[in-house]
């Protein structure tokens, strides 16, 4: 018999490498060709915001010709499950869960998909080009930036995000290498059990009461399947 579970999950980008988007500690990958301080924090926008755009351009790029992997997938069958209560959230730009076919996806880092107003915050879905000279299509300034959250600023539906990690039965992280904060002290938040699901151990691994290592797309499917049989 299934007991149904509220379960909050939070991905980090080790669930998008199987789809050729790299995460931050890639040796030969997009971000090691970059000064993250010149690239994503607001300063380096104010100094450079072409260089800046040029630089999402390339990740848009390389995100719309990525997949959902198998990983993506289980996550989605999850979401659609009767049987549980899932919160999916995400510190990953990208929007492959939603391509999998997840219902609602938490951004806590924003949306690569998605522009932004500094002027007067109006959102809008990004072209797959942006440039500095774009003007907003709702005030027509010309302060239009990437719908995501630099190194300096807060993440997006924190207080959403508490409250679902503390209500939780199940807090999972997976793909995450935990350096990140705040995503990287949800764990302390949860008062369910709680699971890492990673290639390897993160840096708050021992903070998890279990623990599964190897690719995503092995051990998410693998977890999913269990806990929906």
Wanted: net charge negative; aromatic share 6%; hydrophobic share 40%.
């Amino acid at each position: 018999m299934i007991t149904a579970m509220k379960i909050a999950i939070l991905t980090g980008a080790g669930i998008s490498a199987e789809s050729g988007l790299g995460t931050f500690r890639d040796e030969d990958g997009l971000w090691t060709k970059y000064d993250l301080n010149d690239v994503a924090t607001p300063e380096g926008f104010g100094r450079n915001p072409a260089l800046v755009h040029d630089f999402y351009n390339a990740r848009r790029a390389n995100c719309q010709g990525a997949t959902p992997n198998a990983a993506h997938d289980a996550l989605a069958q999850l979401a659609r499950s009767p049987n549980h209560e899932l919160t999916l959230i995400t510190q990953n730009i990208d929007d492959l869960h939603e391509r999998a076919g997840s219902p609602r996806v938490i951004h806590m880092h924003g949306e690569l998909m998605r522009a932004l107003c500094g002027t007067c915050d109006a959102r809008w879905d990004a072209p797959a080009i942006m440039a500095p000279h774009d003007h907003c299509p709702q005030c027509q300034q010309t302060a239009t930036r990437p719908d995501v959250v630099w190194f300096g600023e807060m993440p997006y539906f924190m207080d959403d995000i508490t409250v679902a990690v503390a209500r939780a039965d199940l807090f999972v992280a997976i793909g995450t290498s935990a350096e990140v904060y705040p995503a990287a002290g949800l764990v302390e938040l949860a008062q369910g059990d709680t699971l890492e699901l990673n290639l390897a151990p993160s840096a708050q691994a021992n903070a998890f009461d279990a623990r599964r290592f190897g690719p995503a797309t092995q051990v998410v499917p693998q977890w999913v399947a269990e806990l929906t049989s």
